[in-house]
């Protein structure tokens, strides 16, 4: 792969499950540091944390060697463990129901095509700097969503 490695942390919450969600990235490289979140207002968390690692991505301009830190068993397991068996039984689970979020699985594996990417699993909630960061611009992209709700409802005199 060309170009240095970069560390994404990645992180989803939500108000409600579902209810309004937000996502955020923390991305470095070399000596940079890049914030990205975004929220939606009818989600889950699952969704959000598939978004993160999505949005840390899709924000690459040209193939690299990434690390994400995830603190979501969820992603890390889905697309490291599970996927190929999901494909290859049509998209159903070993229990035959259909896989929730299929449009965000595919998304995320087309995401991964050009990168060469590791997967690492941090505890949520336990201090990791990168994690913390993440999940602290989900959480204000949730915040700011509710208020550009409350905005549009209630527009200034």
């Given at each position: 792969?060309?170009?240095?490695?970069?560390?994404?942390h990645?992180?989803?919450?939500?108000s409600g499950?579902?209810g309004?969600?937000?996502w955020?990235?923390?991305?470095?490289w070399?000596?940079?540091?890049r914030?990205?979140s975004?929220?939606?207002?009818?989600t889950?968390?699952?969704r959000m944390?598939l978004?993160?690692a999505?949005?840390a991505?899709?924000?690459l301009?040209?193939?690299?060697?990434?690390?994400?830190?995830t603190?979501?068993?969820?992603?890390?397991?889905?697309?490291t463990r599970?996927?190929?068996q999901?494909?290859?039984?049509g998209?159903?689970?070993?229990a035959?129901?259909?896989?929730k979020?299929?449009?965000?699985?595919?998304?995320?594996?087309?995401?991964?095509?050009t990168?060469e990417v590791?997967?690492?699993?941090?505890?949520?909630?336990?201090?990791d700097?990168g994690n913390e960061?993440?999940?602290q611009l989900a959480?204000?992209?949730?915040v700011?969503?509710?208020?550009a709700q409350?905005e549009?409802?209630?527009?200034?005199?």
């Amino acid at each position: 792969m060309a170009g240095k490695a970069v560390e994404a942390h990645t992180d989803g919450a939500c108000s409600g499950n579902p209810g309004p969600g937000g996502w955020g990235v923390v991305l470095r490289w070399g000596g940079t540091t890049r914030e990205l979140s975004g929220a939606e207002p009818a989600t889950t968390n699952n969704r959000m944390e598939l978004m993160a690692a999505i949005q840390a991505l899709e924000a690459l301009k040209r193939p690299v060697a990434i690390a994400i830190h995830t603190d979501s068993t969820y992603v890390r397991d889905g697309i490291t463990r599970w996927l190929h068996q999901w494909k290859a039984n049509g998209w159903r689970t070993a229990a035959k129901k259909p896989v929730k979020n299929q449009d965000l699985w595919e998304r995320l594996e087309a995401a991964l095509a050009t990168h060469e990417v590791t997967w690492h699993w941090v505890r949520g909630h336990a201090g990791d700097p990168g994690n913390e960061r993440a999940d602290q611009l989900a959480r204000e992209a949730v915040v700011a969503l509710r208020a550009a709700q409350q905005e549009s409802r209630h527009p200034p005199d």
